[in-house]
């Protein structure tokens, strides 16, 4: 619900990052995939931890989005105006 309520906004995010066990949502399998599918047709970036990937054992599961790293993911919270949690 919260996914599909962020495409209603009307000043969408620039990017969803997924980090720790939220890796799991962007991997073969996960419910939200087409959800995710929205988000990157409608030219929000979909960003996933490659460290968090190994640990889960997940990364040639990777179904949407594109693998970071800590590096970006801590970087992009910093330089952001706004973050929003769930």
Same mark, same amino acid.
């Given at each position: 619900s919260y996914l599909k309520t962020l495409l209603q906004l009307e000043e969408k995010p620039a990017l969803v990052m997924f980090y720790n066990t @939220?890796?799991?949502l962007c991997c073969e @399998?996960?419910? =939200?995939l087409e959800d995710l599918a $929205?988000? $990157?047709s409608a030219g929000i970036a979909?960003?996933?931890c490659g460290t968090c990937l190994n640990f889960f054992e =997940? @990364? /040639?599961q990777l179904a949407i989005g594109r693998v970071? /790293?800590?590096l970006e993911i801590a970087t992009r919270l910093h330089e952001a105006g706004r973050v929003i949690r769930p």
């Amino acid at each position: 619900s919260y996914l599909k309520t962020l495409l209603q906004l009307e000043e969408k995010p620039a990017l969803v990052m997924f980090y720790n066990t @939220g890796v799991r949502l962007c991997c073969e @399998g996960s419910p =939200l995939l087409e959800d995710l599918a $929205e988000f $990157e047709s409608a030219g929000i970036a979909i960003i996933a931890c490659g460290t968090c990937l190994n640990f889960f054992e =997940l @990364g /040639d599961q990777l179904a949407i989005g594109r693998v970071t /790293d800590m590096l970006e993911i801590a970087t992009r919270l910093h330089e952001a105006g706004r973050v929003i949690r769930p």
